[in-house]
């Protein structure tokens, strides 16, 4: 196993496990393997094509790598990650068709160098074993042939790309630039003019809102809405007041087995039985209380046949004692050798036991735990009951019962939300898992109530209601939103020409406090401040000033417009990156731009094969 982890981290290995161009890194090699093996299509590419079970191993594969990073599972959207699965597998196949059309190929001679140097097909001796060889073969269902074809369409693929990614130029002079760029500070003030101030100047005619309508009707659109009942539960919720010894027993148990520990304890025991059993027993007690010998006791007294061996009954075994077990158990907690019982009444009389002999490890004790161990006890009863609600309220769903219903049924309380929205869900249900649910054409069409959908740490069901599908808003309906649209750009023009002329009235520091309106001196600051906008932030680095001389700028802003006065651009001498930073930045630099032209080459490449999507098969794939 070790060398089989040491292959799949080797170069060769990780050909086999995945795939080396970023945009097709969704893919795993069974996937691949499986490639023309099904004859439905998801999508004809070219000559070649994606096969329906070539997609959906890819889809589940990319699924359990993203779930194993979220920590909520109803983060995951389904839509957006189909997606990005059928386009990678799309991209692959383009690219291995333009490799095979370019003549890109590898040799047998160098798989078989390749291979030969893995450890995993060595033998004892280093050289290379073809036992170990067939093995590997076997375990992954192939042949020789079959594994040699995969290693030379991967490499083939790896030429093409490093052909296209690993052209990519950016300069170190460049480089040495946009740094410099990011080291560049100047002292700062500014004004803001909010547009919010200037609303009450703008005059809107009907002839205005008609030609925005007219002009931007496409985009003019309702968003698709339903009013949405639903519940929440989650263990938190869920009350436990107290356990029962008999919990706090199995929870000791537990912990005991969780140790490993056996009760190497020797026991030996005097039963008494008879209607005066109690009362012997008590006086059986007083003397040993006061030193007399247990062993010569249950010699002469006690009626189990061990009294003659002294009461000795070796180890305690639960199994003897039956339902008294836990009551026996209990006695003995704690026990050191020589210490006495009191007398137990159990289903065969009265019996007293002590401790002989202890040759085991030391477990605490129930009582020195119990607080552990109560907590414990509480946190199993509570997901034991967190697990049968989640059960009632899922068979309750599917029995049809309404979400009104089940809450009152389930004690659960009920909320709703009024125009629940499918495009920017802002709301307290906003998870793509929920979304998908409260959209889903079945439930909208029957109002059901979802089964439990996944959310944090709990459940949430949801029943969608007076659906309101995505359309064209009338004129009627859109002009409140071309009001607020136009009278926002509006005013903004209106405080970006108030804030020209201010800036055109600074030729000098002295100009600043002139001003009508007053300035924050912000001090020195660089590229990355948080303290200015993002456009306030070009702005503010958008012209130089002369040197012990300032510049005034005005420009249309996040809020309105905006002044910035500025004195001269400083850039540090010393960069605080190192030569080797420096080359690694480049490096990441060109990696991107090499990105980038792999993605205009696959759009080329989509000019030549012609790409066809089987959206029916698609909609049967992802459960539509």
């Not at 030969?116 to 073969?137: A, P, T, V």
């Not at 002295?510 to 590229?527: P, W």
């Not at 790409?611 to 909609?619: K, Q, R, W």
Request: hydrophobic fraction near 40%.
């Amino acid at each position: 196993m070790d060398k089989l982890r040491d292959f799949l981290k080797s170069w060769p290995g990780r050909i086999l496990l995945i795939l080396c161009l970023s945009p097709l890194a969704l893919l795993g090699i069974e996937s691949y393997f499986q490639s023309g093996v099904d004859p439905n299509r998801i999508a004809q590419v070219g000559e070649a094509s994606v096969g329906l079970s070539e997609y959906q191993t890819a889809v589940n594969s990319r699924r359990a790598e993203i779930l194993d990073q979220l920590d909520d599972a109803s983060l995951l959207n389904e839509d957006v990650l189909h997606e990005q699965v059928l386009k990678g597998l799309i991209d692959r196949t383009l690219l291995e068709q333009q490799a095979g059309k370019l003549g890109m190929t590898v040799s047998d001679d160098t798989i078989n160098r390749l291979l030969r140097q893995e450890d995993i097909f060595k033998d004892e001796n280093g050289g290379f074993s073809n036992e170990q060889f067939s093995n590997f073969l076997r375990q992954r269902g192939m042949n020789k042939d079959q594994l040699f074809a995969e290693f030379r369409n991967q490499l083939s693929l790896d030429q093409l790309n490093a052909s296209i990614v690993g052209t990519a130029i950016y300069p170190m002079k460049a480089v040495n630039q946009l740094i410099d760029l990011q080291l560049e500070a100047r002292n700062i003030w500014l004004h803001r003019f909010n547009w919010q101030d200037y609303q009450q100047q703008v005059k809107l005619s009907k002839t205005d809102l008609q030609a925005y309508y007219d002009a931007n009707k496409e985009t003019l659109k309702s968003a698709a809405m339903v009013d949405l009942a639903y519940i929440k539960l989650s263990p938190a919720a869920i009350k436990v007041d107290s356990v029962t010894d008999e919990e706090l027993q199995q929870q000791y148990e537990g912990f005991k087995q969780g140790l490993a520990v056996v009760d190497e304890r020797k026991i030996s025991q005097i039963l008494l039985t008879g209607t005066d059993a109690k009362m012997q027993a008590d006086k059986i007690k007083a003397r040993l209380a006061k030193g007399e010998s247990f062993a010569a006791i249950a010699k002469k007294e006690s009626d189990d046949p061990s009294g003659s061996s002294g009461g000795a009954i070796g180890s305690f075994n639960s199994s003897v004692f039956g339902s008294d077990a836990a009551a026996v158990e209990k006695a003995l907690d704690g026990l050191s050798v020589g210490d006495v019982t009191a007398p137990i009444k159990t289903s065969f009389g009265y019996q007293i036991f002590t401790v002989t002999e202890d040759n085991g490890s030391k477990v605490p004790s129930l009582d020195s735990m119990r607080a552990e161990l109560t907590a414990k006890a509480k946190e199993y009863k509570r997901q034991s009951i967190y697990a049968d609600k989640v059960t009632a309220i899922n068979d309750l769903a599917a029995d049809g019962f309404s979400i009104a219903d089940i809450a009152q049924q389930e004690n659960v309380a009920l909320k709703r939300i009024i125009d629940y929205r499918k495009e920017n869900n802002t709301s307290v249900l906003a998870q793509p898992a929920i979304i998908k649910q409260a959209f889903d054409e079945f439930t909208i069409q029957d109002q059901a109530v979802t089964t439990g959908i996944e959310i944090g740490e709990g459940m949430a069901w949801v029943q969608p209601s007076n659906y309101r599908p995505t359309k064209t808003l009338t004129l009627a309906a859109a002009t409140p939103l071309i009001t607020q649209t136009l009278r926002q750009q509006k005013a903004s023009a209106l405080a970006l020409k108030d804030a020209k002329k201010v800036a055109a009235g600074i030729k000098t520091a002295a100009d600043i406090n002139k001003q009508a309106v007053s300035f924050q001196a912000l001090g020195e600051i660089n590229r990355q401040t948080p303290l200015l906008t993002d456009k306030e932030r070009s702005l503010a680095f958008s012209k130089q000033a002369a040197v012990n001389d300032i510049v005034a700028l005005a420009g249309e802003t996040e809020m309105g417009a905006t002044v910035i006065a500025g004195d001269t651009i400083k850039t540090q001498q010393q960069s605080q990156l190192s030569d080797l930073e420096k080359s690694q930045t480049a490096a990441i630099i060109r990696d991107n731009l090499g990105q980038d032209q792999l993605q205009d080459y696959l759009d080329y490449l989509r000019l030549l094969y012609k790409v066809e999507i089987n959206e029916a098969n698609m909609a049967g794939a992802r459960g539509r």
